[in-house]
């Protein structure tokens, strides 16, 4: 490896400029300290704090977090005192001269504007969120800022709202539906795409939604807010929802128009453009975390997905390579892993879902599983659900698990499995930590890479949804009459599993017809299409996630 080389110029140490101090910039000025002490940093920060924790504001706001301190992860007194890092907040940066290789500031308290100059300058400015001008409002707030959580749970506390409005149904509003279900309020969400959870496939979010539902909240899909007068939200049908406090999550954009100003090349969704070491189009001028693009570490595609994670990483990656000649550290892309949670469920995802794939041109295949998150005879076990998604060799492209307890290691497993290249085989050899309070001999994870390796090597026939034809095909349930009475799907055969032998004779007419065969999660009829196949049943498939996840089609 190259030895590590710091910079100096003229014999002066130099000095490097961090715009922004949240994630990005605090990881960036802080990894800059410790590659070297031959230079200067300073962070400008518009806000009163630096690098606090904006992913637990929703739990201020509700009450789980007690201490508005327990946010304030880091000081600009403790990067002074442990780093030398001079940190100068209600500091708004205005413009950027690249050839003079000054930035102007404006202090937020005096009104003061100042130049400062820089010898490399770090941008982490971040996004910034969106609300339509019709959907503003007196009380209506969004969440993305400490001052914005303090302009909440301020007008929580003196107002006493009974009845919120949640615009935008992605993590963020969902947790807030929880927090103000703690505050006592009847929570409304409105959602315009017809599924709550973007990130996840409709029948995977159907879930979420349905959990939400039971706990008593109205989830409303596929229509928008058209208009915010006073305390009432005009949908685009036509409904009316009086409201006491409102909240706007309907997602944000990078907050690149310093960059752009300064003539910065800009790309998706006016994102900052930067290569895999975090360098701009401008020469000593670096961007990292949630006003830069990003890449896609499965294909190198282009995107721009702001989440906590990747915007650490990067600005650990643009702080080292802003202070280092020599080999550089370079960024490998994302997979917008990301879990969240309402009450008791917990959703997590990684990698493309089936939208992503499709709209792609990805061949794939996809698949269910339905399982304890432990071991079946230990008590306590709840239950998890799994979608895996690959390439048409068996290559792990996406993941989505749902669940109540486990979800996190099932997700982040997956996550390192696509992050390596691995595949379904490879999953099916994983040697993963067992004991039956925490999991299986067979870890869902494993059981959904044997089931996927089984589709992929076609040793089972299968099919993950009921397909546009079903005419044409005959529907066998294998549940038990039981079951079978609570809810079957149309014109279905029902013969339970443990009859089969016995009553296979009844399906001799049929040896020539497509058969889906179907139980309640695709673990019985998995067994059912096998023995029906090794018989000589040329048509037969195993129905992915049974009826729980076909049911309702």
């Not at 000054?102 to 400062?116: N, P, S």
């Not at 959703?347 to 599983?369: D, P």
């Not at 294998?478 to 149309?490: C, D, F, P, T």
Request: aromatic fraction near 8%; charge should be positive.
């Amino acid at each position: 490896m190259e030895e590590l080389i710091l910079i100096k110029e003229r014999g002066k140490a130099m000095k490097l400029v961090v715009v922004g101090g949240v994630a990005a910039g605090a990881s960036a000025a802080v990894k800059a300290r410790r590659t070297s002490e031959n230079c200067e940093i300073v962070i400008y920060e518009k806000g009163a704090n630096i690098s606090y924790a904006n992913c637990g504001m929703p739990y201020y706001i509700g009450g789980t977090i007690k201490e508005r301190d327990e946010l304030l992860v880091v000081t600009k007194e403790y990067l002074k005192r442990r780093f030398n890092i001079e940190v100068k907040c209600n500091s708004l940066v205005k413009q950027v001269l690249p050839e003079k290789k000054k930035i102007v500031i404006e202090d937020r308290l005096t009104g003061l504007v100042f130049e400062d100059n820089y010898d490399r300058l770090i941008l982490a400015t971040g996004a910034e969120p969106i609300t339509p001008a019709p959907l503003k409002g007196e009380k209506v707030f969004q969440l993305y800022t400490l001052g914005d959580m303090d302009r909440i749970k301020s007008f929580i506390e003196n107002k006493c709202p009974k009845k919120a409005l949640i615009m935008g149904a992605g993590f963020i509003g969902i947790e807030m539906a929880e927090n103000f279900q703690n505050l006592n309020m009847d929570v409304v969400i409105v959602e315009k795409v017809p599924q709550i959870l973007l990130p996840f496939d409709t029948e995977m979010s159907k879930i979420v939604e349905r959990y939400i539902k039971n706990k008593g909240i109205n989830v409303i899909t596929g229509v928008g807010v058209s208009k915010i007068e006073g305390d009432a939200a005009y949908l685009e049908n036509g409904q009316v929802i009086e409201f006491d406090i409102a909240l706007s999550s309907l997602g944000v954009r990078p907050n690149s128009a310093l960059a752009k100003n300064a003539g910065i090349e800009c790309g998706l969704r006016g994102a900052v453009k930067v290569n895999e070491f975090m360098e701009t189009s401008i020469k000593d001028i670096f961007a990292c975390g949630d006003v830069t693009e990003n890449f896609y570490r499965i294909n190198g595609e282009v995107c721009w997905i702001p989440l906590a994670g990747s915007a650490n990483k990067q600005g650990r990656i643009a702080g080292f390579n802003a202070v280092c000649e020599g080999e550089k550290k370079r960024y490998k892309g994302t997979l917008g892993t990301a879990i969240a949670k309402f009450h008791n469920i917990v959703f997590g995802v990684t990698g493309f879902n089936e939208k992503q794939l499709q709209e792609r041109g990805i061949g794939y295949s996809a698949h269910f599983l339905t399982s304890e998150h432990h071991a079946g005879y230990y008590p306590g076990g709840q239950p998890l659900y799994i979608k895996l998604l690959a390439d048409l060799s068996g290559k792990v492209l996406g993941g989505q698990v749902i669940g109540y307890e486990g979800v996190d290691k099932r997700v982040d497993v997956i996550a390192t499995a696509i992050y390596a290249g691995l595949t379904y085989e490879d999953l099916e050899s994983l040697d993963l930590a067992y004991a039956p309070p925490f999991s299986s001999a067979k870890d869902p994870v494993i059981v959904a890479g044997m089931i996927g390796n089984n589709i992929v090597k076609k040793e089972v026939r299968s099919v993950f949804k009921l397909p546009e034809n079903i005419n044409d095909f005959v529907l066998l349930d294998v549940r038990s009459i039981a079951e079978n009475r609570r809810g079957a799907l149309k014109n279905a055969i029902n013969i339970p599993i443990d009859e089969i032998r016995a009553r296979v004779n009844e399906l001799e007419t049929l040896k020539e017809k497509k058969i889906i065969v179907y139980c309640a999660t695709g673990y019985r009829s998995y067994i059912v299409t096998k023995f029906l196949q090794n018989i000589g049943f040329k048509h037969v498939y195993n129905l992915s996630g049974g009826y729980f996840f076909n049911g309702n089609r």
